[in-house]
């Protein structure tokens, strides 16, 4: 039977569609995708696979939504492997992420409003149903092309010349090789089952673990004085190597550098590579607070079931009160017997009285004013390990800064004016920079805050990013460094860091100085001489 020219514009459509479905690529930094004309692999094996079984594909039906529901897993595949890398920074690990979709689902409940999730959850269903529909319709219009003599040459020929095609590129390794080839989808999915082989045999993964540095010092240069180890969420070195953002944060940076030099202190500043991107906070905690790289949930959980010298040990040893300020922790944290604090103040422990922000919603502001109550309460000097809420994804909306201290820690701590504002501004989720601008913003004036409060003794801080922003904000291939910048008046503190990288100011400079894991024994060497 002759195929018309409709018939034959079908076809092509159709092998065209299934092409473009495992070939996309992500439109950055939006969850979008586009075609850029690029082959995939495993549609021209597919094709092939359909020409070569053309009597029984064209007959079952089963078979075809079989495919079709295969299809769509590889379709999944493909969108996971581009947009995870485009906005979030780094590959999918579908077995470790899996234990966190929880959280993120309790995070977007309460970061977006009702009616916009429910509107994602119909667009999603929607797009699935067309997607299985159209894909079904495709390998139907293949499978019947088939049946005829002519056509199924044409399918062969086609689909051949495109394998052969890859294999010759692939075996020269020839590069930005025409026609190009999209990177294969089964892969991915083969890589997640490595994943799954590996976290189900855990003692390969303590093998891995290194054995501790030496964490040892007697902090002669902080004697006296409270340490604070602040995290900033979020707080990534694309806050310093954007144009915009640097011309957005140069008031406000501004703004804290005078308020340091205001209450009689310096600041030295330099970056590191933090273990994780976009997101996992705890690993960056971790290496940093037990000097071993920990950048996946293997290393992570194996640490810390333990018995390992920290940084709070560490401070203990020398009579410092030991204080883990969490307000994000909201769960019983038993392993967090890791680090040894003397005293952890979670979520409920704080006591926030006031109007909730987001997924995050105690206000860093008043989880500072809470530490100086904490610090004023206490005869002896306090290290407090603190990791911020306010900033973090999807950076809004933004707590307004209070200037009356006392007034934060009341169920009343913003004028109803000033609050509703706030509380509508949500984040734009097509463009979240400015978002994390004002985030950003608030971080440096709450902390300008705290350290014009009236002190008991002196302090040093240390502020220090836990990871770049997604990249949906940091954008593709970013470092993954974050600044870190220590606030102290004693000058041999701050002169020992500069022998070790750190420049004068909050501005970092390159290259980063190590690994957030190696800034351990810096701080240690600067805080004083060798030896418990």
């Known amino acids: 039977m002759t195929r018309t020219w409709r018939q034959w514009a079908a076809l092509v459509a159709a092998l065209l569609f299934l092409d473009a479905s495992l070939s996309f690529e992500n439109l950055w930094p ?39 529901v295969i299809w769509i897993a590889l379709v999944i595949g493909r969108y996971a492997d581009v947009t995870a890398p485009a906005l979030y920074g780094r590959d999918v690990n579908l077995y470790w992420d899996a234990r966190y979709l929880p959280d993120v689902a309790a995070m977007l409940a309460t970061a977006a409003s009702a009616w916009l999730l429910l509107a994602a959850l119909l667009v999603i269903a929607l797009t699935l149903l067309v997607l299985y529909t159209v894909v079904r319709w495709a390998l139907g219009q293949v499978a019947r092309a088939a049946a005829n003599p002519l056509e199924r040459r044409v399918l062969v020929g086609l689909a051949t010349a495109a394998i052969a095609l890859f294999a010759v590129q692939s075996l020269w390794a020839l590069p930005a090789a025409k026609p190009h080839f999209s990177t294969a989808v089964t892969p991915m999915y083969a890589r997640q089952a490595r994943f799954i082989v590996n976290a189900l045999a855990p003692s390969t993964g303590r093998m891995r673990i290194p054995s501790s540095p030496p964490i040892e010092s007697d902090l002669r240069f902080v004697k006296g004085a409270d340490v604070l180890l602040i995290f900033i969420e979020s707080y990534g070195a694309v806050s310093f190597d954007r144009p915009a953002f640097v011309t957005d944060l140069a008031s406000s940076r501004l703004g804290l550098e005078k308020t340091i030099h205001a209450t009689g202190r310096e600041v030295v500043s330099a970056f590191v590579e933090s273990p994780t991107f976009g997101g996992s906070s705890w690993f960056a905690h971790l290496s940093l607070l037990s000097g071993i790289d920990a950048r996946d949930p293997e290393t992570n959980t194996l640490l810390m079931t333990e018995k390992r010298d920290t940084l709070v040990t560490a401070f203990a040893r020398h009579g410092f009160r030991t204080i883990g300020v969490l307000p994000g922790l909201k769960k019983s944290w038993p392993e967090g017997a890791f680090y040894g604090f003397d005293e952890v103040y979670d979520a409920k422990r704080l006591h926030y009285p006031g109007p909730w922000f987001g997924w995050f919603e105690i206000p860093d502001q008043f989880t500072l004013a809470r530490i100086d109550e904490v610090v004023h309460d206490s005869d002896s000097p306090s290290f407090i390990f603190f990791p911020t809420l306010s900033t973090h994804f999807p950076f809004g909306p933004t707590p307004p800064y209070q200037t009356d201290w006392q007034r934060v820690l009341t169920d009343d701590p913003y004028d109803s004016r000033i609050l509703y504002q706030a509380l509508g501004d949500e984040p734009d989720w097509r463009n979240l920079g400015p978002s994390y601008v004002q985030a950003v913003r608030y971080a440096y004036e709450s902390i300008g805050g705290y350290l014009r409060q009236p002190a008991k003794r002196d302090f040093v801080a240390i502020l220090i990013g836990d990871h770049q922003p997604p990249a949906a904000v940091s954008g593709t291939g970013a470092r993954w460094d974050v600044p870190v910048h220590v606030i102290a008046s004693r000058r041999e503190i701050l002169e020992r860091l500069q022998g070790r990288g750190f420049e004068v100011g909050l501005t970092p400079t390159r290259p980063s100085i190590g690994r957030m894991d190696q800034l351990l024994p810096v701080l240690l060497g600067a805080f004083g001489m060798p030896g418990s």
């Open 30 to 68: 939006t969850p979008a995708v586009r075609w850029n004309g690029a082959i995939s692999i495993e549609a021209a094996v597919c094709v092939l696979g359909l020409a070569a079984t053309w009597r029984w594909a064209s007959a079952s039906r089963a078979w075809l939504r079989s495919l079709s």
